[in-house]
């Protein structure tokens, strides 16, 4: 080989190493942005939660991903309970619940974060039928009263009742899913139900169905929870999901005719119940924080008391693992 041929050859070498170097560079490069990622963005939307609706209907999310090829699927929870069964299978990555039945799951063993605060709701009372001879707390004793288990209803029912010095032993506890205590309570198979809007509003508006006993403090919050694991390893999805949940509250709080609207197409209810289930939620304050905790540890006796929760567990403890703020402070300005 002569002299110039044998400096081709080590040029060519050199070049081929620098090109496969650049390639795996680019692959690895690659690999580490699709780890980054999950391969699917599943999300809950939830009749209860007004923004889930709005950013399923306007496909904000799908339009998001979408560049990084990471489709969106959607799963409808129907109820509080229901979210955190799919959180703690593994089915949804985000969940949409109640503030203290996502404090009931977690110490339980759902291992799960609040990320998120999609509203702050009067969304369940006690309900009774029209003519319904029941006048007090005190009337419900012996009686039959539906409630949807490790809902935020259910646990409204346990406070109420507490309050006024009665136990869940003292009641007929009827366990339905929140639209089967609706239907019980307006056939009356039930004397009263711990509602849930919009079927509440509904069944107010369509029935003239009795608001026995409303207490806006012992409604707990709406929460976007996801798992603990799907915080640790997409911790920039879940900012990016909690954009998008932004946006859909912003939309709500500058539209809210076209969000009635919206809200009455999506769950199909008249516009009336509609209406009357978003005077019934509060937007303003999204962020998790101190006042979401005081109100988890305010409420969370109930659940030692009913025997909810193993004796001795440190609900403090819980409740502070998790309300996790730091996502959504990274969000919202």
């Known amino acids: 080989m002569t002299k110039n041929n044998k400096f081709l050859a080590r040029f060519l070498r050199m070049a081929l190493a ?33 923004t889930s609706l709005v950013l399923k209907k306007f496909g904000w999310a799908e339009q998001e991903f979408q560049a990084d090829g990471v489709p969106v699927k959607w799963v409808l929870s129907a109820g509080s309970n229901r ?6 299978s593994g089915s949804v990555d985000f969940g949409s619940t109640a503030g203290l039945a996502a404090v009931l799951s977690k110490a339980n063993g759902n ?26 707390i005190k009337d419900l004793q012996g009686k039959k009263v539906a409630a949807t288990k490790g809902t935020d209803p259910f646990l409204f ?3 109420t009742l ?46 003239e169905s009795r608001l026995l006993y409303r207490n806006v403090g012992f409604n707990t919050y709406g929460f976007l929870n996801t798992s603990e694991t799907f915080a640790r390893q997409y911790p920039d999805t879940v900012k990016r999901v909690i954009k998008l949940y932004e946006k859909a509250r912003l939309w709500v ?9 919206l809200l009455s197409e ?11 289930q978003l005077t019934r939620n509060n937007f303003n304050s ?10 988890f540890k305010n409420a969370a006796s109930i659940l030692l008391e009913e025997e909810l929760v193993k004796k001795g567990t440190d609900l403090n403890k819980v409740i502070d693992d998790l309300v996790d703020p730091s996502f959504a402070k990274a969000v919202i300005k």
């Open 18 to 50: 620098s090109v496969s170097g650049v390639a795996l560079a680019a692959s690895l490069s690659a690999n580490a942005l699709a780890a980054d990622q999950p391969k699917e963005l599943r999300l809950d939307y939830a009749y209860y939660s007004p």
């Open 83 to 88: 979210a955190l069964e799919y959180l703690n």
């Open 111 to 136: 291992a799960i974060k609040g990320v998120y605060v999609y509203s702050q709701p009067e969304w369940t009372a006690l309900v009774v039928p029209k003519d319904s001879p029941i006048k007090s």
């Open 157 to 159: 029912l346990l406070r």
């Open 162 to 207: 507490h309050q006024s010095g009665l136990k869940k032993s003292d009641i007929e506890h009827v366990s339905l899913q929140h639209a089967d205590g609706r239907a019980a309570l307006e056939q009356g198979r039930v004397d009263a139900w711990a509602g849930l809007d919009p079927l509440m509003a509904t069944s107010e508006v369509e029935k």
């Open 253 to 261: 709080l500058a539209n809210p005719e076209e969000a009635a609207k």
């Open 266 to 276: 999506e769950a199909k209810l008249s516009l009336p119940v509609a209406k009357l």
């Open 286 to 295: 999204p962020k998790p924080g101190p006042e979401h905790i005081a109100a």
